[in-house]
């Protein structure tokens, strides 16, 4: 992305102001007291620790450390009764219900190392949507496994954020450190990078010989089916050293991305088929570069899997300013392979939680065809991103932008019925080719 520097004018001051009336939070948060809550834990004190390592510190103005009891919170979510949390010294109770996690029935896990490749079962991993009570415009949702509880909850104008940030030995006892921090207070850096690179495949349309099939439309109600579009979720060594449940925050940012692919003139869900560990296979740092990597040593492992599409979740600093890289759409099964970087840049991408789902969503909105605000042919002259701005100050801008513009940037497509216009309509491109994506295996 291209470097942008601007300063606000003081009229943001004024909506500021207005703003912290206006959407102050409507429902009611309980102070509460710094101690343990039933949750989550302070870490143990500094003596009783062996070992503790930080690896991805939210860079958030105020975040507090703590563990976490994720069995417990899974069986209180599932007793159907509002469940409370302490965020940053504010209890809320959420009004919860469990929902599909994004995984296949059939889907496995796979290691791919020097020695070779081995399968095994997919543990369990929940998740749960809802609100906070009493605010019915609020938003809840959480994704679970044995070790960590991830989760969103806005309401108002705060935006929490439950992240997974390290490891804490004390004893014989290991435990995943979280960091609940508020993704509003997270200050912005103007200094766009260069996002996804588009590449071309390196194969002649004409051996193409594979028949795919249109998209799906439900021509009596007139409103676009849902297509389930399959998902090989690959990560390497340096993206489990970030997040010592890998997995599970693979899922917890596919969850998200479905919820900018669900609107019904969209109507794409991901489902993860395997969860792929790459270990130390991959060398390239290039984006291009690791793209082609990639997709060469996993095809027969994509295919194995039935998926799709196939996307690396890197931990790895990519060369040149790029925080990612797609094949082209043609369409072509060859062609469903990109990557997104998960780790900070040292620019406008700090990789916040938001900042990866987006990053992600850019990446497979390509798969797709989406393309930028800038696009050209072979892409179709309405699928382009779109920019907007609010409350004649705030820029906005949508997943497929260029360049990662800070905070600025939405999980979400442009669209004519929301943001975007008829020339600025990557909903409807994606909505036209999910047919073809979901026919590459």
Known sequence: MEKMKSMRSVAVLAVLLVMSVLFAPVASAREVGESDTVYFSNLPPSEGVNAVRFTNLPPAQEYKLVTANPLLFAADADSGKPVAVSLLGKEYLLDLKSVPAPIAEDAKCIMVNESGTFTTGVPLIKCYAGTVSGDPESYAFFTVDNEVI????????????IDQVGIVEAGSKRQIVHAIYDDSSVADIKEPLAYGAEVPLRRDLSEIAVQLPGEVLDVESGITSTTTVTLMAAHDYQFRNLFPSPNTEMTNMVAQINTALSPSDIGVSLQISAYCDLGTTLAAYNHESLLREFSAENAALRDSTNSDIA????????????????????????????????????????ATFS??????????????????EDSTPPYPSYAKAYHWTEWFVYNRYTALWSSFMGNDMCLEYSCDTRHGDASHDNARRISETKGVVAGYQ
Do not use: K, W
């Not at 789902?357 to 390509?366: K, L, P, R, S, T």
């Open 311 to 350: 996307v690396l979740f890197t931990g790895r600093d990519l060369d040149n300013e790029y925080i990612g890289a797609s094949y082209v759409y043609v369409p072509d099964p060859d062609g469903g392979y990109a990557h997104a970087q998960m780790c900070s840049s040292g620019g406008s991408y700090q």
């Open 150 to 161: 991830l989760g969103t909850v806005r309401t108002g104008n705060l935006s929490y954020v």
């Open 355 to 372: 900042h990866r789902c987006i990053n992600a969503a850019h990446e497979i909105g390509h798969l797709f065809g989406a393309g930028h």
